[in-house]
């Protein structure tokens, strides 16, 4: 498969929990993050175009981190991609840190997946 993002992603292990109005509610692990959206396992089955409200925890020292609008580009199996659509400015500013300190963890060679248990994003 040819992956042609403008924009990086990086593997994490974050809990997560969504709402819709077609999806009574879930939970599931973000298992990739970007500033444009991120990819959820989850054992709740959502649709291609469903319209989501997400929090994803990427720290237990802080609160959720909350996207108003994602909406659901595909699923395969367990898993469903996220297309970040809206944001209040905070949060923005909040998951453009986030991703940040992951991309400064990935170039100082210290990113592993398994090991990614939200610290890697933890506020002081």
């Known amino acids: 498969m040819n992956d042609a993002r403008a924009v990086p992603r990086f593997p994490v292990q974050f809990r ?15 298992v990739d993050l970007s500033v444009r959206g991120c990819r959820i396992e989850s054992s709740t089955h959502a649709l291609a175009g469903t319209v989501l409200e997400l929090r994803i925890y990427v720290s237990d020292h802080e609160a959720p981190l909350g996207i108003d609008q994602a909406i659901v580009r595909w699923t395969r199996g367990k898993f469903f991609g996220v ?4 944001l209040q400015p905070e949060e923005w500013v909040r998951l453009q840190q986030a991703v940040k300190r992951l991309e400064q963890r990935t170039s100082a060679g210290s990113i592993n997946p398994a090991d990614n248990n939200g610290s890697a994003v933890g506020g002081q």
């Open 83 to 86: 297309e970040f659509v809206s």
């Open 16 to 30: 997560s929990s969504f709402t819709s109005t077609n999806v009574t509610g879930g939970e599931g692990s973000v």
